[in-house]
């Protein structure tokens, strides 16, 4: 993909959709909170972009994700109460460069 600027807020009307594979692109400025509609997210694979500002706390309505992979962007702040369901994985960050999260994670990220 050669995907660049930011995220519509339209994505939000996509309510079945099961992934997302946005990695490896130039795309920007913040996830819109409309992604919260995601209900039946499986995978979001948006990591390698230049997405930034805080995750939306919509996504903790993503209850049945698997794979999350959002490392070298530019995230901080809190991390949403996202429930993972089993076998998942979590890649939020990579040092040296990348997110900047709060810590603690939320207990609502264990498996």
């Known amino acids: 993909n050669a995907l660049n600027g930011t995220l519509p807020t339209e994505i939000g009307a996509w309510t079945s959709i099961h992934e997302v594979t946005v990695h490896n692109n130039a795309l920007s400025g913040t996830l819109p909170s409309e992604i919260g509609a995601w209900a039946s997210i499986v995978n979001f694979y948006a990591y ?3 997405l930034s500002g805080t995750l939306p706390t919509e996504m903790a309505g993503w209850t ?16 949403p109460a996202i429930t993972l369901v089993s076998r998942c994985h979590l890649t939020l960050t990579s040092a040296p460069f ?3 999260f709060d810590c603690p994670t939320p207990t609502a990220l264990s498996t």
């Open 98 to 100: 990348g997110n900047t």
């Open 64 to 79: 049945s994700l698997g794979d999350l992979f959002i490392l070298n962007n530019r995230f901080s702040g809190a991390i």
């Open 48 to 50: 390698n972009n230049a």
